[in-house]
């Protein structure tokens, strides 16, 4: 079961319409995940789309410490860098113990500026709750670090998290409407904080 509430939102009303660099964070690390099924359907469900350039991130290909470090390492750089570019972000996560994924909040606390002031978008899956209880503790974490999270979410429930034996979503129309929705809002919403963080940098730089 997919929600898919009709968004108003025409982002090429707004103004820069450079597209949006959009960071996909895979979350799950575990052996036998289904993540890289729901990603790679995500990225391809909005591969046409002129607004938005996507930037894969799976936590599983990164060796981050294990403890909590101020020093860099190749793998906490490269995952500095790349969240620091995006201008918005998409977690792909399932639902662990009415939760999130460790590996996840793990990566999370290791940035924190890279974070300030854009926006979350969330594709969820896993059992009957399709990850919703994952996705609604993640909209706490983000908050804390001033990280707008969008209304809209993409849940895959049911047997095998709504995917069938072909690897497509059971209900391939809704997953397509509810991908349209989703990305409308996160390019209106990023649109607009990365102007609003443009025009901090201006003053600070005493351009006005």
Known sequence: MLEVVPSPI??????????????????????GRRAPLVTDWFTKAVADRVDVVLDVIDLAGF????????????SLTDLRVRLAAADAFVVVTPEYNHSYPASLKHAIDFAKQEW???????????????GLRAVEHLRQVF??????????????????NGFGDD?????????????TVLVDDLVWW???????????????????
């Open 10 to 31: 025409v982002s090429s009303t707004l103004p820069d319409p450079a597209p949006v660099q959009v960071a996909v964070i895979v979350g799950s690390t575990r052996e």
């Open 116 to 130: 300030r002031r854009k926006v979350v978008g969330f594709v969820s899956y896993g059992g009957v709750s399709g």
């Open 143 to 160: 908050a804390e670090l001033h990280v707008h999270g969008v209304r809209e979410t993409i849940s895959f429930h049911g047997p095998w």
């Open 190 to 208: 990023a649109r607009a904080l990365r102007a609003a963080r443009q025009a901090d940098l201006s003053v600070e730089a005493g351009e006005w």
């Open 63 to 74: 060796d981050l410490p294990a403890h909590y470090t101020p020093n860099a390492t190749p």
């Open 167 to 179: 690897g497509q979503p059971r209900d391939p129309a809704g997953a397509a409407a509810a991908a």
